[in-house]
């Protein structure tokens, strides 16, 4: 017994060849003993072990996607484009933590046997990733909807809706040149004008 795994199942139990009497035994050990409706001693381990198990998958999730999550807001923070890249030769972008959700999921495929579930980790980065992808890109929908329904345009004179995820949303003003503030000057409140200038 001393190799026998410890993550051994009832389903390979029945698989390993030991006499049918033994496994029905141990089947019946375990529904009595350690099954969800069972106040037994083992039943308390098993649920506390369970509880505790998911504890730390859940912790371990948790900061993973902090990281991630601060990793996507770094590059947002340094790019002049924030995650979304210009495609050289064309108008189109392609979005950093669309393709990070995309190679987490391939990679955490391919590094499933790795030590120290590192393909968890990298699935775990990649579900991250997603939900940063869909949360701008949900957002941004709306506030096109949003703007379509306001009547506004892009380059129409009036100011866009604000709270699109874009850039100048997390630099502020710095990136809102002399040209702009040109532009939308007949625009803005009169009271953020005059406290521009203080």
């Given at each position: 017994m001393a190799d026998l795994s410890p993550t051994l199942t009832l389903h390979s139990l029945e698989k390993s060849g030991a006499p049918a009497s033994a496994v029905t035994s141990i089947k019946e050990w375990a529904e009595r003993s350690i099954s969800k409706d069972s106040s037994g001693y083992a039943a308390k381990i098993a649920k506390a072990k369970l509880h505790g198990t998911e504890f730390v998958l859940g912790a371990r999730a948790v900061g993973e996607g902090a990281v991630f999550g601060a990793i996507l807001g770094g590059v947002h923070g340094m790019l002049p484009q924030?995650?979304?890249?210009?495609?050289?030769?064309?108008?189109?972008?392609?979005?950093?933590?669309?393709?990070?959700?995309?190679?987490?999921?391939?990679?955490?495929?391919?590094?499933?046997?790795?030590?120290?579930?590192?393909?968890?980790?990298?699935?775990?980065?990649?579900?991250?990733?997603?939900?940063?992808?869909?949360?701008?890109?949900?957002?941004?929908?709306?506030?096109?909807?949003?703007?379509?329904?306001?009547?506004?345009?892009?380059?129409?004179?009036?100011?866009?809706?604000?709270?699109?995820?874009?850039?100048?949303?997390?630099?502020?003003?710095?990136?809102?040149?002399?040209?702009?503030?040109?532009?939308?000057?007949?625009?803005?409140?009169?009271?953020?004008?005059?406290?521009?200038?203080?």
């Open positions: 924030g995650l979304d890249l210009p495609i050289p030769g064309t108008k189109m972008h392609m979005p950093l933590d669309g393709m990070g959700a995309l190679l987490g999921l391939v990679a955490g495929t391919f590094a499933a046997a790795e030590p120290y579930g590192i393909g968890k980790t990298l699935a775990n980065g990649g579900a991250s990733c997603a939900t940063v992808y869909s949360f701008r890109k949900m957002n941004d929908l709306l506030l096109a909807m949003q703007s379509k329904k306001s009547g506004i345009t892009p380059g129409g004179g009036a100011m866009a809706l604000p709270g699109k995820i874009g850039k100048a949303t997390f630099t502020g003003e710095v990136s809102h040149g002399r040209k702009w503030k040109a532009e939308h000057a007949h625009t803005e409140d009169p009271v953020v004008s005059a406290a521009r200038g203080l």
